[in-house]
Every structure is written in C-alpha cells, then in structure tokens.
C-alpha cells in the first residue's frame, strides 16, 4: 500500500514509517502539511496518515484540500492527534476522515487502521457480495449514514440543496428504519454540523387537542388544567432551527388546513390566542404510509400534499440498495464493539453472504439492532455465521419460524427466537437491553412496558435505578 505520512516530529514520523516498510508498505513522508500537499497533487498516495497541529497547514485543511481536488480515486485519510475532544474529531471527520487516532499512537491501533483500507478492500468487498471469497475487513462508509449506492449519494446531493432554502418545507417517504430522521437532522445540519435547535414531534403519539397546543402553544386558561401563564409549543422551541413532524399521515385532516396555512404563511395562533405569531422555523415532514393512497381515499389533503411535495425525498429501503448492507453492518460492528470493550473489527465472509442475502424489513434499524445483539452476547475478532444464526429471524416452509442450525436450545425453549450461545452469556447487560427496547417500543410509559414484560412496576423501577 502507498502510504504518505505526514507529522513534524522527525523521530516520531521516522520510527513509524520503518514499522510501516517492515509491514510490507510503501510510505513517502512530509515534514509538514504544504510539503505533503505538493506530493499529493504530483502522485496521489493510498493513504495520508497525518498529524493535525503543524506549522503551516493543519492536519484538518490539508485534508479538506485534498477532497477538493479533481482526483479518479481519493486516498483514505486518517488524523493523528493529541486532542481527544468532540471539537477536533467533528472538524476531522467533516473535513474527509474516515478515521482518527489519538496521541501517543498505539501501534496496533496504527496497524489495524492501515490493514483496514489495504488496496484489496475493494475487490474484496466486491467478492462477498457475489458470494465467492474474501471476508470483510472493511467497508467505506460516509457520515452521517452509508451512501455508498447511487440513489442513496443523489438523495444526500438533493439534502445539501435543501439545507440551503429553509424556507422550503420537505417531505421525506420511506419505510420504518431507513433513516428518515437521520437524514431530517442531515438537511438541518448541512456539512457544517449548524448547532441550531432541531425539535422532533412524533404527530402519531398526540391526539388532535394535544397535537394543537403541542405544537402552537397555548394562552392561558385556554382550557381546563392549561398552566396558568400558558406555554410555548414546539414552534417556539425549533425557533431558527428545524421542526420535524414524524408520521405526518397522523395528523387528522382538520388540523392539515392549519398546518398548510403554517407552511404558506409562516404564522400562527396560539391555542386560544389572538395574536398572530411568525416563524422562521424550518418544517420537515416524515412519513412511513404513502401519502398519494391517503389522498386518493379522503384521508390526506391534496393541497398540503402537493406543497410538501415541492422538496419530496423518498428513502429506498435497504434490500433496493444491497450493496449498502455490508458497509453499514461493517460500522454499526466497529461502533458497537468500541462502546462496549469487545474485540469485533471485521465480518467473516459466510456472514456477510446471509447479511446480503436478508431481506431487512425492519432496515437500517433493523440491521443495527441485530449488530448491537450479537456485540452484546459475544466478544470475538470476527463476526461469524454462528453469531448470526442466534441472533437473526429464520424462516423454514411457508413463512414460519424455524430453529437456528447452530443452535443448543432444547424444545422447551422453543417460545424464546433464539438461542444460547455456548461460552458465556452476560445476563445483566441483556435485560438492561431488554427493558430499555421495551422502554422504547412503548413510548417511555413505564407501566405499559411492565405489563409486556409481565414484572411490576416497582421491578422496573429498580432495574431502572441500577442502570443510572
């Protein structure tokens, strides 16, 4: 691999490049970021491993020089530096970094970020997903979501444009689990990371009074148990940033009028006020129905549809963009196995050929879910078909349940969808996961989740407070 690394500590840069050489690697070095940036331009490398603070040119500008340029392959580039914040990680990954290591390097650390992006990768990749060879080692992937397929790169190119018109309201289609909110937070965000409000309302939980003051706000004594000094409402809380009205097909059709006039006018009334009020406030709609069915049956509005329509964005579910799959299981491993000390950084190919050839109906959350599963019940270097074979939905004839092949349950486990593993299984951590799922599953509503999870609510509540 042609490696160019970058660092203005001579001894420190020195004593890496010869590990790397006696690993089998290519390196050129610069001294500082304008030296490297005249290699770049002469002989693009593979890599650019870079310290970030240099005289000069920063770690930071040099690469966002280097995405600038009009090059037929980019080279991979990953930061060193000496500041473990939120601050310069962001500016680093926003600037083209696919990955950073912190100072003092751990060598292993260095080696397996090298290995990662070998030249092979590619090929390799491109082997699993026809099912021949190779295993997965790594996948390239773009922040904030894999947009590694066509249409998922078009649908990111058309968000940049809108992140520049807030004045526009967009309309995002997609089923359960592809992204519709990542991507809401994407347009109000841009590749700048704006820290403007950014609100969500989840329109299918509210009923339409509460829907109404939830989102205008209320004047006081406007009903029965409204706060004495009345209350703002979401409106006013995403004032400058973005509003993002989930499941908007759960609005009822009497209050789709005033959420027209909102979108038309960029005003409104509080509940029981009279007072005009105005908003700046961005709206991003979300919907998992198809709204076009609703509006030929009486239960959507044309007009607010075909104002949504106007920035309509519909998100492809992840079996129309396979080649995603393999890629996104490849970060959600590496992100899950960091935040939980487990030693996952690469996929074996047999399971990466049942990861491909799954259908995901949950999508992205879905596939996410199952990645953070099999993190939580085992610790090995590799994903495996074992791994998989617990933890994934099987189906035999017909559609219905099947038992695992790999695994030990007896029969009268046969009510539970998975196995156990053999070595050893954290229990703690699973039912910690497990209420927390149902926590979520069920709004917050704690004695809703204690009645699914048949244990009182006292129970919950202490298993609750262990977990804080």
């Not at 580039?77 to 003092?104: M, R, S």
């Not at 610790?379 to 035999?396: E, F, R």
Request: proline residues 5%.
């Amino acid at each position: 691999m042609n490696i160019l690394l970058v660092d203005d500590e001579d001894r420190s840069r020195q004593y890496l490049a010869q590990f790397l050489r006696e690993h089998g690697h290519q390196v050129r070095e610069a001294a500082d970021g304008q030296a490297a940036w005249e290699i770049i331009k002469a002989a693009p490398p593979d890599l650019v491993l870079s310290d970030n603070k240099m005289p000069g040119m920063f770690g930071v500008e040099l690469f966002r020089n280097v995405r600038e340029l009009d090059l037929a392959v980019q080279p991979h580039l990953v930061l060193f530096t000496a500041y473990n914040d939120e601050k310069t990680i962001l500016q680093a990954l926003k600037a083209g970094a696919e990955d950073y290591l912190i100072k003092p390097l751990d060598i292993e650390d260095l080696l397996r970020v090298v290995n990662r992006f070998n030249l092979n990768q590619a090929e390799s990749a491109a082997e699993i997903s026809a099912g021949i060879n190779g295993d997965l080692s790594a996948a390239p992937f773009s922040l904030p979501l894999c947009i590694a397929s066509r249409s998922m790169q078009e649908i990111y190119h058309l968000a940049r444009r809108l992140h520049m018109d807030p004045a526009l309201p967009v309309l995002i289609e997609g089923e359960t689990g592809t992204g519709k909110e990542v991507l809401a937070r994407f347009i109000h965000q841009g590749d700048e990371g704006l820290r403007l409000p950014f609100v969500a309302l989840n329109c299918a939980a509210l009923s339409p009074t509460v829907f109404e003051s939830e989102l205008f706000g209320y004047e006081a004594g406007s009903f029965t148990g409204a706060l004495t000094g009345g209350q703002k409402g979401k409106l006013d809380i995403a004032q400058d940033g973005t509003l993002l009205l989930d499941e908007i097909s759960e609005i009822p059709v009497e209050l789709q009028a005033k959420l027209l006039r909102l979108i038309e006018t960029r005003s409104f009334f509080r509940v029981g006020g009279l007072v005009e009020l105005f908003t700046n406030t961005r709206i991003i709609c979300s919907t998992n129905r198809n709204l076009e069915q609703m509006m030929a049956g009486g239960l959507f509005r044309q007009d607010l549809y075909y104002r949504l329509s106007v920035a309509h964005i519909r998100i492809p579910p992840l079996r129309e963009r396979r080649e995603e799959i393999l890629p996104l299981a490849q970060l959600f491993l590496q992100s899950s196995a960091a935040k939980r000390d487990k030693a996952f950084y690469k996929i074996e190919r047999s399971a990466a050929k049942m990861l491909q050839e799954y259908d995901w109906p949950g999508n992205v959350r879905e596939l996410k879910n199952l990645i953070e599963r099999v993190v939580l019940l085992h610790n090995d270097s590799s994903l495996k078909l074992c791994h998989l074979d617990i933890a994934m939905p099987h189906t035999g004839p017909g559609g219905e349940p099947a038992q695992p092949a790999y695994s030990n349950a007896s029969p009268s486990s046969a009510a539970f969808p998975f196995g156990l593993p053999s070595d050893k299984l954290p229990l703690n951590p699973l039912i910690d996961e497990i209420i927390v799922r149902s926590l979520e599953q069920h709004g917050g509503n704690k004695t809703e989740t204690a009645r699914y999870l048949d244990i009182s609510r006292s129970i919950l509540h202490y298993r609750l407070s262990k977990m804080k």
